[in-house]
């Protein structure tokens, strides 16, 4: 078949330690899965359903290890978002699926950060819209390398964090996660048939805040190192 059109690449993202790469075929974004977080934002944080939003997968931007990725601050915002989360990777697929088998679907985990032009986001909010434009804009998804759960195991503890000059702004512990990544992945396939190549970024610690060009991130998460993005 001819295209009418030229196909849009493929996205990937290359996994730690090896030559492969990891082909993203969407993303799904869990909102206020950090009772801090909720709080802030002005929520009550007791444990209803998680809720999700999406990005495309062209919102990816990769960080390399050792190299700093660049985050192009978008148009139409004053007020853009950093918020550092945990994601994982989705390695075998299935609908329904059981708590106790989720984690067994995941492949691995990467360092993520889930841009937000918030008062486009708030402002649809208040308007009962979609917020696409708050959240599923270009470059809105940056990412480190996928390690593989058979490396690194999987993440129910330890720090995740992010500095914003040098300022510590996030700090918290993934157990702090309302809903746990199995839980997550568990609850999802029910409303959607989850396939190898998809992308859950968890949710964000209590800390979000604006940045502006020149400002430079630093996050990381124990047992997947760091990663530095400066907004362009």
Not at 47 to 53: C, H, K, L
Not at 188 to 201: C, E, N, R
Not at 213 to 230: H, M, R, S, T
């Amino acid at each position: 078949m001819n295209l009418a059109v030229p196909a849009a690449p493929a996205v990937t993202v290359p996994v730690a330690g090896t030559n492969q790469a990891f082909p993203v075929r969407r993303i799904y974004c869990v909102g206020r899965n950090y009772a801090a977080h909720a709080r802030e934002m002005g929520f009550d944080p007791d444990r209803e359903p998680p809720f999700f939003f999406c990005k495309p997968a062209d919102a990816i931007v990769y960080v390399a290890p050792g190299s700093t990725g660049t985050f192009p601050y978008p148009t139409e915002t004053k007020n853009c978002h950093y918020e550092m989360e945990l994601v994982a990777a989705i390695g075998k697929g299935g609908s329904d699926i059981a708590v106790e088998n989720a984690l067994d679907h995941v492949y691995g985990y990467a360092l993520g950060l889930d841009m937000t032009r918030r008062d486009l986001q708030i402002k649809m909010r208040e308007m009962g819209r979609p917020w696409d434009i708050g959240k599923a804009f270009d470059h809105s998804a940056p990412i480190g390398p996928i390690h593989r759960a058979s490396e690194v195991g999987h993440l129910a503890k330890g720090a995740i964090w992010l500095r914003l000059n040098g300022e510590s702004k996030q700090k918290a512990d993934l157990s702090d996660l309302i809903w746990s990544v199995a839980e997550t992945v568990a609850y999802l396939s029910k409303f959607f048939a989850l396939v190898p190549g998809d992308l859950i970024y968890t949710g964000t610690p209590e800390g979000v805040g604006a940045v502006v060009k020149g400002d430079k991130i630093q996050g990381g998460i124990d047992g997947l190192g760091e990663f530095d993005v400066a907004v362009v």
